[in-house]
């Protein structure tokens, strides 16, 4: 096919809403301290009863079902997880065989917070070479259990949620080319050690990379697809800290764009943070489906991903 297209997304968050207040009820901090630094005022938090495939297959079903595809029709599934809760088996295939996906191509893909660029890149590639009709790509994170709760610097900002989207076959491309890339010299400004270790991160140092290095690579993915920024209607970083937000739509300067700040209300979602964002903007009608928009995805690895479509 000439390209790929984007039919559908989905979304799914964990009942249980978490606020500054309740947070700051059993740790040293405040609603204004995490408002002001990190942009958060809540955020969702999983139960022991909802693990990722869990997630996975609710925003993935709600993503299949708006596309008018059956899932028949589906013969790739990856999830786009940093979180995952054991090394095998990878979540793909179960999250599949949940949603009578019979026998798809399924595999986990870890880029950390670029986890659904890089999936949507991946299955963009494997549609347009032939090798995939459809895909279903998620991105699916439970940081919670790798975050320790007594740990001020990470407990207020990393949450749990799921989002999903559908990609197609299209005459017209509908995903622009992915630009993507990795700084492996900075992998321990941001990891999670072994299981019975913690998220761990120089917070000011992944800062500083964010606000410097992504917004190049999100203004080199628009010119590869050939859209000037002034024609997006939404630019959609990873919700990793509000003042990165802005500061990255800032540097892009995209005059006419709505600019993600899911944060606000879902927290850092890491991989599932762009669909979580794009699927809100698009439920509250914020943007139309098929309007340009930025994705971009940031942070451990340090890997980074961009790229255009039309929602
Ligand atoms: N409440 C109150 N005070 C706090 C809290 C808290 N929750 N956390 C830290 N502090 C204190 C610190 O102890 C420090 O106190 P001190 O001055 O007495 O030493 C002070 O606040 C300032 O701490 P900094 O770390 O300098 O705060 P900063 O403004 O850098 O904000 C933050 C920290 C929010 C982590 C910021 O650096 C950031 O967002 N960095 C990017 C991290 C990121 O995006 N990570 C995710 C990437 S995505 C992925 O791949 C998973």
Redesign the pocket.
């Known amino acids: 096919r000439a390209g790929a297209r984007i039919l559908a997304f989905g979304a799914h968050q964990p009942a249980t809403v978490v606020s500054n207040d309740d947070l700051a009820t059993r740790?040293?901090?405040?609603d204004d301290?995490?408002r002001s630094?990190?942009g958060i005022a809540e955020r969702r938090i999983a139960g022991p009863e909802e693990g990722i495939v869990d997630m996975a297959v609710e925003a993935g079903g709600k993503a299949l079902a708006r596309s008018g595809l059956s899932p028949a029709e589906i013969d790739l599934v990856i999830v786009a997880t940093?979180s995952a809760e054991s090394p095998m088996p990878a979540h793909a295939p179960t999250v599949a065989h949940r949603l009578g996906i019979e026998a798809p191509g399924a595999f986990d893909l870890n880029a950390?917070?670029?986890g659904f660029c890089y999936a949507l890149g991946t299955a963009d590639g494997l549609v347009r070479s032939g090798t995939t009709g459809s895909a279903l790509v998620i991105g699916a994170e439970k940081?919670s259990q790798w975050v320790d709760p007594d740990d001020?610097?990470?407990?207020?900002?990393?949450a749990d949620g799921a989002g999903a989207a559908v990609v197609t076959g299209a005459d017209e491309p509908g995903i622009g080319p992915t630009v993507w890339g990795s700084l492996g010299s900075h992998a321990d400004k941001?990891m999670i050690g072994s299981r019975a270790s913690y998220?761990a991160?120089d917070?000011?140092a992944?800062?500083r990379w964010?606000t410097s290095a992504i917004a190049p690579v999100a203004l080199d993915a628009c010119r590869r697809a050939g859209v000037d920024p002034a024609e997006l209607a939404a630019v959609v970083p990873?919700q990793?800290?509000l003042?990165?937000i802005r500061a990255i739509a800032r540097a892009i300067g995209a005059a006419n764009a709505v600019v993600a700040e899911d944060i606000v209300t879902a927290g850092?979602t890491?991989a599932a943070s762009v669909p979580l964002a794009v699927s809100r903007l698009l439920d509250r009608h914020e943007v139309a489906p098929g309007a340009p928009a930025l994705l971009v995805g940031?942070?451990?690895?340090l890997a980074y991903a961009a790229q255009v479509v039309r929602l």
Request: proline share 0%; aromatic share 10%.
């Open positions: 740790l040293d901090t405040s301290w995490i630094r990190v940093c950390a917070c670029a940081m001020r610097s990470t407990a207020v900002i990393f941001l998220l991160q917070g000011q992944v800062f964010a990873h990793a800290n003042r990165i850092n890491s940031f942070g451990a690895g």
